[in-house]
């Protein structure tokens, strides 16, 4: 698995790298440098630094490198960039993305909404306390949800609805139309898997912590 993601990782730099970097600038809301050759990208609420030069990221403020996961989605936002498309402002399921959204959906649902659903189920207003750090804001569907800047074109929202006796409890990620113009639909999926791992590990890891 490794090996395959470190495939792509090196892909998107060599896609990247064959497209002009201040057009990229003018597409997407992103800065540039010429001099550095370097780019700052806006992720979850940290501004992130890819070095064209020597092929890293790592975060502006402190350094921290992003795991590989992460640095592929990073990568394939700048790499698959395009002139905005207007689209309707609404939420959809992964079910509803073009080119593979409904076929990966099953994979997506178990490795990441039943981990959303294991984690705030029976706790939902939990998901806003760890919403915070990644830069979600409160939103105001089902019993919690908040809504997150993945980049600062690509927003997502999870909700979750707390179950009872009589209803299981649920929950779900939810995109724009328009990420499907934005990034290729693996990373769509990637997105979605990366933003459910890193609240159910901070849900995860807090339940661990000696009371």
């Known amino acids: 698995m490794e090996t395959n993601y470190r495939v792509a990782y090196n ?7 064959r497209k002009v970097p201040e057009e990229i600038a003018t597409q997407l809301a992103v800065t540039y440098s ?31 490198v992003p795991d590989i996961n992460a640095a592929i989605i990073i990568l394939n936002y700048l790499a698959y960039a395009k002139t905005a498309q207007e689209t309707a402002k ?25 981990g959303l ?9 939990q998901l806003l306390a760890y919403a915070t ?4 804001k409160p ?5 919690a949800s908040a809504v997150f800047q993945a980049f600062p074109e690509i927003p997502l929202c999870v909700i979750v ?16 139309p328009s990420v499907e113009h934005l990034l290729h639909i693996e990373s769509v999926i990637g997105l979605g898997m990366y933003l459910a791992s890193q609240l159910i590990r901070r849900a995860t890891s807090s339940l661990a912590l000696p009371s």
């Open 11 to 17: 892909k998107y730099w060599q896609d990247l790298k």
């Open 161 to 176: 609805w707390e179950g009872d006796e009589e209803v299981q409890a649920n929950a779900t990620i939810l995109y724009e």
């Open 34 to 64: 010429g001099e550095t050759q370097q780019f700052i990208v806006t992720f979850f609420n940290s501004e992130y630094i890819l070095d064209c030069k020597t092929e890293t990221i790592y975060r502006e403020i402190d350094g921290y």
């Open 139 to 143: 939103a105001s569907f089902g019993d």
């Open 133 to 136: 750090a990644l830069g979600g």
């Open 90 to 114: 609404k939420w959809v399921s992964l079910k509803e993305i073009p080119n593979g959204g409904m076929l990966f959906y099953p994979a997506f649902h178990k490795s990441s909404i039943l």
């Open 117 to 125: 659903v294991r984690a705030f189920g029976d706790q939902p207003k």
